[in-house]
């Protein structure tokens, strides 16, 4: 069974930094991209960041470019996402997911996303 869980996720302060993970179970994470995708309430989920398989691609929303890093830990079968400078804009559940084709560049639509994890919350208020 293909699956992902995040985890991570808590209250900051804004300007706080936390880093999220994402652990990828039944497949390989240097086989498919993973994308991390956030909802706020109220509002439809957008993608953020991603990540292809082979690790040499990334992608950045502009609400989240120059603050968040994607990164992968091959050994660990994980993938993170480091957020720095947080905002409470920012305030969202987190979910990571495995991208439906394998050797694939990332993209930020969730309609190429599958195995989708249950989500972490962020909260970002003083």
């Known amino acids: 069974q293909l699956q992902v869980v995040e985890s991570g996720g808590g209250l900051v302060q804004p300007g706080g930094s936390l880093r999220l993970s994402c652990a990828a179970s039944?497949?390989?994470?240097?086989?498919?991209?993973i994308g991390w995708f956030r909802q706020a309430p109220g509002k439809e989920r957008e993608g953020i960041s991603c990540?292809?398989?082979?690790?040499?691609?990334?992608d950045y929303a502009d609400a989240v470019k120059g603050r968040f890093t994607i990164s992968r830990d091959n050994a660990k079968n994980t993938v993170y996402l480091q957020m720095n400078s947080l905002k409470p804009e920012d305030t969202a559940i987190y979910y990571c997911?495995?991208?439906?084709?394998?050797?694939?560049?990332?993209?930020?639509?969730?309609?190429?996303?599958?195995?989708w994890g249950q989500g972490t919350q962020v909260t970002v208020s003083s």
């Open positions: 990540i292809s398989s082979s690790g040499g691609s990334t």
């Open positions: 039944g497949f390989r994470v240097d086989y498919y991209g």
């Open positions: 997911a495995r991208h439906m084709r394998k050797f694939r560049l990332c993209g930020l639509s969730s309609a190429d996303f599958a195995s």
